[in-house]
């Protein structure tokens, strides 16, 4: 089966440094996405992730290992609107979007 | 505002109703999909629809019935459903189904049965 795990929940201070891990099992790779979610509001993308290594969008970036299954979203310099919750999602050899659970990040002041 | 909009945003409907969600997007993509999202679970793919075709079909009951008219617009019809069926439903769309493009998704419309 198909199967994309990633923690449930996560603490962090606001201006700190959060990463959120995501590891997966697929049938085929084509690609890694990271979306955000606030609470009741759609996903909205953030980065998407084809071959291994780092991608950098300002305050957010991820990371790619396609030989370990395994991606990470770093968020930096947090802020109290970085709360919501972070799906990761990986389009499989069909071209289909599997989806995690989403891990909800909680920002303390 | 992503470009794609759902109506109604709520909707209560008792078991034996019938009624028929509604998206529309205003992007130029030509795939549309409709999801399911329940509390603490992963997204769940209903239909795909690319150029208007059905490639897509995940093993939906067919309570659910979708429509894509034209690559614009993409309606759910929904009748005879059940409490477990209450989540948000969630309408995206993307360029085209695959290659690596981002998928663009409504605000969702919230179903309780009751």
């Known amino acids: 089966g198909q199967n994309i795990d990633q923690p449930t929940e996560m603490t962090a201070t606001e201006g700190a440094i959060v990463q959120i891990n995501c590891t997966y099992q697929?049938?085929?790779?084509?690609?890694l996405f990271w979306y955000q979610q606030h609470a009741g509001e759609a996903p909205t993308f953030l980065s998407y992730?084809?071959l291994d290594g780092l991608e950098e969008k300002g305050r957010f970036s991820s990371f790619l290992s396609r030989s370990k299954g395994y991606s990470y979203l770093l968020l930096k310099e947090l802020q109290m609107k970085d709360s919501a919750s972070y799906l990761c999602?990986?389009?499989?050899?069909?071209?289909?979007?599997?989806w995690g659970a989403g891990t909800k990040l909680i920002i303390k002041p | 505002e992503t470009g794609v909009t759902q109506t109604p945003r709520h909707l209560v409907m008792g078991m034996t109703n019938k009624k028929s969600l509604k998206c529309e997007q205003h992007?130029?993509?030509?795939?549309m999909y409709w999801y399911k999202q329940s509390a603490k679970k992963p997204l769940e793919l209903m239909f795909v629809?690319?150029?208007?075709?059905?490639?897509e079909n995940n093993s939906v009951p067919s309570r659910f019935s979708p429509e894509c008219p034209n690559s614009s617009h993409l309606f759910l019809h929904l009748h005879t459903l059940q409490p477990e069926d209450s989540a948000l439903y969630l309408c995206?769309?993307?360029?085209?189904?695959?290659?690596?493009?981002?998928?663009?998704f409504g605000p969702g419309t919230r179903l309780t049965v009751t």
């Open positions: 995206a769309s993307s360029p085209t189904w695959d290659g690596g493009y981002e998928q663009y």
């Open positions: 992007l130029g993509h030509n795939a």
């Open positions: 629809y690319n150029f208007k075709e059905q490639t």
């Open positions: 697929t049938s085929g790779f084509n690609g």
């Open positions: 992730n084809v």
């Open positions: 999602a990986v389009k499989d050899s069909n071209y289909q979007l599997i």
